[in-house]
């Protein structure tokens, strides 16, 4: 059964797909909406780009811009961006080809570093993923706003932090703390 539900309370205008049961219990809060397929958002891939390390703000948006510039001249080379499912469930996040629904991209919600909005867009939004000992910004322009996006990123990223440990370290509260005001900063997450 696949029932449309939105992505998050913001989410007057995107949604997202959730497939399975749904019960009272559901409704409840008992079992999360991210376990199973978890939901997935439309959404296009603008680009990847290896960067040195997993925070820093200027660095994200420094990519940002690069990806942008070289999505525009491939653009006026008459090439599009790949169209993309967005699937956000409790193990971390899969990048599937809308057309066929192969999957091109698992990441681990442990891995996933630092999740940025695009300042000038708001449809747009930036993470950076740690694939071994290398770190690469997965930069994603969404169908519609980016927030219930970043908000369910955040999510399954927070859930992380309480899993890996019950009492919050200093490093866990200076996170949480930025979580409440991450609308359009860098939202940090280790």
């Known amino acids: 059964m696949t029932e449309q539900t939105a992505g998050s309370f913001h989410a ?3 949604t997202a797909v959730r497939t399975g049961p749904t ?5 409840a809060g008992a079992p999360s909406r991210f376990h199973g397929d978890g939901v997935r958002y439309k959404a296009k891939l603008i680009g990847m780009d290896p960067v040195p390390d997993t925070q820093g703000e200027k660095m994200c948006r420094d990519s940002m811009m690069k990806l942008k510039g070289l999505e525009a001249a491939a653009r006026k080379q008459g090439k599009h961006k790949p169209r993309i499912w967005l699937k956000i469930s409790s193990s971390g ?8 629904g192969i999957l091109v991209y698992e990441h681990d919600r442990n891995r996933i570093s630092s999740l940025t909005k ?3 867009d708001p449809r ?4 950076i993923y740690q694939n071994q000992d290398a ?16 908000l369910d990123l955040k999510e399954i990223c927070h859930k992380v932090t309480q899993e890996t440990s019950d009492e919050p370290t200093e490093n866990q509260v ?6 409440a005001f991450c609308q359009s900063v860098v939202c940090l997450i280790s």
């Open 124 to 127: 747009a939004l930036a993470y």
């Open 12 to 14: 007057a205008v995107q």
């Open 135 to 150: 770190f690469v910004l997965f930069y994603i322009k969404t169908a519609h706003q980016a927030d219930p996006v970043l």
């Open 118 to 120: 695009d300042e000038f």
């Open 93 to 100: 996040l899969k990048i599937l080809d809308e057309r066929t």
């Open 23 to 27: 019960s009272r219990t559901e409704a």
């Open 174 to 179: 200076r996170i949480n703390s930025t979580c």
